[in-house]
């Protein structure tokens, strides 16, 4: 063997090592980069929730306000959530019309805990407790109203009786 080629399997040798390193750190650093940026998101996604409840709380907690109810004004439950909903929890409720959403303040308390619990998969109508202490809880509402339409009221019953056992040990607790 020529002393070229030894210089040039040495050479060879020393540019896949060389570029088997380079692209393992960038690997690291983009694996690095993506775990940082999830976990920024996941603690702006945190703070913003808890300022949303902290701001609701703080807003309608003195009034007794303890529950935002969203909904629509969709002939599938705009009628049953006025006169069903609003005589049984209208008093400790605020409300949020989505058929109204262009005319909300996005500053206002109950948009950003909306927006910032409620997701983007049936959330209308929607309940969420909020307890005096703690994270909020959601209870949807648009499967159960689905099958409302169709003189099934089962799931309606049932999500309102978890809405119901929410807000038992919130009235427990305020008392």
């Given at each position: 063997?020529?002393?070229?080629?030894?210089?040039?399997?040495?050479?060879?040798?020393?540019l896949v090592v060389t570029a088997v390193v380079v692209i393992?750190?960038?690997l690291a650093i983009l694996v690095g980069a993506l775990v940082?940026?999830?976990?920024?998101?996941?603690?702006?996604?945190?703070?913003?929730?808890?300022?949303?409840?902290?701001?609701?709380?703080?807003?309608?907690?003195?009034?007794?306000?303890?529950?935002?109810?969203?909904?629509?004004?969709?002939?599938?439950?705009?009628?049953?959530?006025?006169?069903?909903?609003?005589?049984?929890?209208?008093?400790?409720?605020?409300?949020?019309?989505?058929?109204?959403?262009?005319?909300?303040?996005?500053?206002?308390?109950?948009?950003?805990?909306?927006?910032?619990?409620?997701?983007?998969?049936?959330?209308?109508?929607?309940?969420?407790?909020?307890?005096?202490?703690?994270?909020?809880?959601?209870?949807?509402?648009?499967?159960?109203?689905?099958?409302?339409?169709?003189?099934?009221d089962r799931l309606l019953r049932a999500a309102e009786a978890?809405?119901?056992?929410?807000?038992?040990?919130?009235?427990?607790?305020?008392?």
């Open positions: 063997m020529t002393v070229r080629l030894v210089l040039y399997r040495v050479g060879f040798v020393i393992h750190w960038s940082l940026a999830a976990f920024i998101t996941f603690a702006y996604n945190s703070w913003r929730s808890a300022r949303a409840r902290r701001r609701f709380r703080t807003a309608y907690g003195p009034k007794g306000k303890d529950l935002l109810l969203v909904y629509s004004n969709s002939p599938n439950w705009q009628n049953y959530v006025e006169t069903a909903w609003l005589p049984r929890w209208g008093d400790r409720a605020v409300l949020l019309n989505w058929s109204e959403r262009s005319g909300w303040q996005p500053s206002a308390p109950e948009v950003q805990l909306f927006r910032s619990v409620a997701g983007d998969r049936e959330f209308n109508p929607l309940a969420i407790v909020v307890p005096p202490r703690g994270k909020p809880e959601v209870v949807r509402f648009w499967l159960a109203f689905r099958d409302y339409k169709h003189g099934k978890e809405l119901e056992n929410h807000l038992s040990p919130v009235s427990r607790a305020a008392s």
